[in-house]
Each structure stands twice: as C-alpha cells, then as structure tokens.
C-alpha cells in the first residue's frame, strides 16, 4: 500500500540476526517501500515477521534462506 504510514515491529526465528531494527516507522515519501539490511547467522531457513502495532492481527512473515 504506497500510501502506508504505520509503524511496523520486525523479528526473525533468527535471535542473533543482525542489523534488524526493533521497529520502523515508514513516513509518506517511503510510498509504503522500506529495504532492510539483515545478516542472518543462521544457515537453515529462518523467518522475518513484520507487524503493524496499531492493526489488531495484522503481521506478514517470510521464510528466508
């Protein structure tokens, strides 16, 4: 949603990842679009969530390999 202007908490299955922000709050030139830059120091496929902190349910995860 280009429009997004939410905040959003990020974790990872990963507890020793590193470089990911507890949380990123995306302002409106973002246009609802942020990169993040995480090194996962795990080797098998662990799982990045982001959650929105005002929607009730609202989180999207990914497996990353």
């Known amino acids: 949603v280009s429009s997004y202007t939410g ?3 990020l974790s990872s299955a990963d507890l020793t990842a590193v470089g990911l922000p507890a949380t ?3 302002v409106a030139g973002d246009h609802g ?3 993040f830059s995480v090194t ?3 080797a098998e496929t662990t ?3 982001a959650t929105d902190t005002k929607a ?3 989180s999207v995860s990914v ?3």
């Open 7 to 9: 905040t959003v908490t």
């Open 24 to 26: 990123y709050t995306f």
């Open 33 to 35: 679009e942020h990169a």
């Open 40 to 42: 996962f120091a795990t």
């Open 47 to 49: 799982t990045l969530t």
């Open 56 to 58: 009730i349910a609202s």
């Open 63 to 65: 497996q990353v390999q």
